[in-house]
């Protein structure tokens, strides 16, 4: 192995290490607490429903939700957590994090969010792309995870991610085809060579 | 006679094949968005590129004086 691929090699490790990680759950789940949530499309229909722990926001059936409409959630901590922080990570990078201070030391919460309001996901989650989300609440009195899958609604080819990967794969595809035909065998002939001797 | 191959070409083209592919894996649903699959697929894509720059069959033969 020469010293370019060792170093290539070397670089390929390093990126692996570095992404490895962000590695997310593979199924939905949850620990130290209990969520329901509902989502409703842009013109308020009813779109999709999900529980953790229990039934939707798996990998295999990733609770579906529409950027332009809301989702209705109730939860339930196993244990009154006052003076915590509240963390909500997408592709095992955090999207948002905030402070809880629970004076009333409630153990539900129940509410709506606006998806209109959360746009930093919005060029990923179309067609049929599945994120990895994972919500962790930790304060005094215990601690709370959440995880599943989303995704978004419609179809794959409105998805900035789709004409992302075809021109990637098409630049990668002339890259390949310029390296098989580029490699040549040079006849290096020899001014002494068959010369006067 | 020597050979001239193209490793480095073979890397962004396994990068980029890589990333293409996983990008439009991701898009259909086959696999979950992560990192971390997003670097498997395009460490194995830039091996793949390597491997065949390094495998290509010669293609030409000119002659230098």
Redesign the interface.
Known sequence: MNR??RH??LA??A??A???P???ASAADASGCTLTVASTSADGKPLDTASAPGDGGT?AHPFQVDLGGKVAYVGKTDAVITDGTYTVTA???TVKTDTVTNADKKQTAKGEVDLSTVQSLKP?LS??????VQGTLTGTGGSCTVSG?I?GVGS?TS?P??Y?????????????L????????????S?AAGGAS | ????????????????????????L???????????M???I??I???V??V???V??????????
């Open positions: 370019t691929l290539l090699a390929s490790v990126v692996l570095v992404l490895a962000a590695s997310a990998e592709l095992g990078v990923l067609g049929g792309v599945k994120i990895p899958y995704t794959a998805s991610v789709f992302a990967g075809l021109a990637a794969a098409a630049i990668g595809l002339g890259l390949a310029w390296t098989l035909f580029g490699t040549k065998a040079t006849v290096v002939a001014s | 006679m020597t050979t001239s191959r193209h490793p480095v070409r073979g890397f962004f083209a396994g990068l980029f094949l890589g990333v293409g592919a996983a990008l439009l991701f898009v259909f649903g086959v696999l979950p968005f992560t990192l971390v997003l670097g498997i395009t460490v894509g830039i091996v590129g390597i065949l720059a390094f290509a069959p010669v293609r030409s033969s000119d002659p230098v004086t």
